[in-house]
């Protein structure tokens, strides 16, 4: 499932294709991209961005396509024109080739600022050259006492990029149980949550495929009932949080 590290990768393999050139050609289903096709095509790509789950394509225009891939999006470059089609939700194609987004449910287009604006309420992007730490204490310091630390770390409007993969090796690498509430998190462990997902991420934003382990596996993300790579212990899994997700965890790893 595409989390930060997802969307980094995506972002680094389409800057050669799109960044500095002219967008010769657009297609695509999400109806912003039919509405602004006019104003897309012509347009040279300024820069492309990330913040969290989040992906920006600027326009010197002005505008910028916001995309949100979700849990079945993906992004695909190709040497060669891309075609249309019904999961094909953007398509641009340029001078070197084509970035095409699939099964997104959110394209967007807007003036840079607007889109801006709407990502203000997104905490901190973990993946950021300068993690805003201060940002991040003070927000993590309000969060809801009653709420489980498994909800703490996928709220975005706390620290952005991490999903229920990250989540759930973070936890385990950390030692805490996914269903303690966050009066039981100390300001020292809410900042160890934040440094391991990071560090988690930034490793695996440099490479495909995903591994927290030092031989290229997971801990425990899809392992229920299946021994511990540590102890042995069978790993659990249950539906935890506000909306629940399916979470993995082992109870003597993380008592």
């Known amino acids: 499932m595409p989390e930060g590290d997802s969307y980094t990768l995506a972002a680094a393999r389409i800057r050669p294709v799109l960044v500095g050139r002219t967008v010769t050609s657009v297609t695509g289903a999400a109806p912003d991209v039919r509405r602004h096709s006019g104003s897309i095509e012509g347009a040279e790509v300024t820069e492309v961005r990330t913040?969290?789950?989040?992906?920006?394509?600027?326009l010197a225009n002005g505008l910028t396509?916001?995309?949100?891939?979700?849990?079945?999006g993906r992004v695909v470059v190709r040497r060669l024109p891309a075609g249309d089609g019904p999961a094909v939700r953007l398509a641009l194609n340029t001078d070197a080739g084509s970035a095409s987004v699939l099964a997104a449910p959110t394209v967007e287009v807007d003036r840079r600022k607007v889109v801006d604006h709407e990502l203000r309420r997104v905490g901190p992007?973990?993946?950021a050259d300068d993690f805003d730490w201060h940002r991040f204490r003070h927000l993590a310091a309000i969060y809801p006492a009653g709420r489980t630390v498994s909800d703490f770390l996928l709220d975005q409007r706390v620290m952005a990029g991490i999903g229920n993969v990250y989540k759930c090796e973070t936890l385990f690498l950390e030692g805490i149980e996914p269903r303690r509430s966050m009066d039981q998190i100390n300001p020292a462990q809410r900042d160890g949550l934040a440094e391991r997902a990071r560090r988690l991420m930034l490793a695996n934003a440099q490479r495909p495929g995903r591994a927290t382990t030092g031989d290229g596996r997971l801990w425990v993300y899809e392992r229920a009932g299946r021994p511990c790579r540590r102890c042995r212990t069978e790993i659990m899994a249950a539906w935890i949080g506000e909306p629940a997700r399916i979470t993995y965890w082992c109870p003597i790893c993380q008592p």
Do not use: T
Request: charged share 15%; proline share 5%.
């Open 51 to 58: 913040l969290g789950k989040h992906l920006m394509i600027d």
């Open 65 to 72: 396509i916001h995309i949100h891939l979700g849990m079945p």
């Open 125 to 127: 992007d973990l993946l």
